[in-house]
């Protein structure tokens, strides 16, 4: 079946510094990616889309400038928090679909702490 | 703006017994999907239902769309503590890209 995987499963950095989450789909083409933060006993969130060669779409609420994303090839899309604080300590998922007759495969997760 | 309603949001039970929860929403969505998620991991998918009125089987666990593909239910039939989890229903909107959006979550604890 379609594997997403995800990089690092954990990070723990100091406030101001900027983190980079590597998503990528290993037995198959995305073009498009989704980017999810998950606070403690909440559901997932949906941050933004991301597009491969072009533009992400950023949700709502969801500062660009702060959360970078780079979709350069079909099979890997990153997220760069920069500058974190505190409050950007989360669960953050990444996700992708293999085809449209199944559903989306998410990857592991990457716990952020921002001391 | 999409909402999907998930109820209950804490479920606890004994060994053996049944359970049913509720995804509802106003909106009605192309698919809707159930996932299970376990601590600090990516929720994993269980099952996609297309189909207005469509039942899927997954050995003990049963997945209804709503005929009108705004609401689903995920029933289990003897619940094992094999099953303890947090269970989240997600519908697809949109045109060809497809976004999710996320209920709540049921978070169920069986007891042996």
């Known amino acids: 079946g379609a594997v997403v995987s995800q990089h690092p499963s954990w990070v723990i950095c100091k406030s101001g510094t900027s983190v980079k989450i590597e998503c990528r789909s290993l037995?198959?083409?995305?073009?498009?990616m989704f980017w999810y933060r998950q606070f403690p006993k909440q559901s997932l969130m949906l941050m933004a889309t991301s597009n491969e060669g072009s533009k992400a779409t950023y949700e709502q609420g969801v500062e660009k400038d702060k959360f970078l994303i780079n979709h350069a090839s079909l099979t890997l899309s990153t997220l760069t928090v920069t500058s974190a604080h505190p409050e950007d300590s989360s669960f953050y998922i990444c996700s992708a679909r293999a085809d449209r007759e199944n559903g989306y495969t998410f990857g592991s997760g990457t716990r952020l702490t921002v001391v | 703006t999409q909402l999907l309603e998930q109820s209950p949001q804490f479920l606890s039970i004994q060994e053996g017994e049944n359970l049913t929860v509720y995804c509802n929403s106003s909106?009605?969505?192309?698919?809707l999907q159930w996932y299970r998620q376990e601590p600090g991991e990516g929720p994993v998918l269980l099952v996609t239902v297309v189909t207005g009125g469509e039942v899927k089987k997954l050995k003990r666990l049963t997945f209804q769309f709503g005929d009108a593909r705004k609401d689903s239910s995920l029933h289990i039939t003897a619940a094992q503590p094999g099953d303890t989890g947090l269970y989240l229903c997600?519908?697809?909107?949109?045109?060809?890209?497809?976004?999710?959006?996320f209920g709540k979550g049921t978070k169920l604890s069986v007891k042996p």
């Open positions: 909106s009605v969505f192309s698919s």
């Open positions: 037995d198959f083409q995305a073009t498009t």
């Open positions: 997600a519908g697809e909107y949109g045109g060809s890209q497809g976004n999710l959006i």
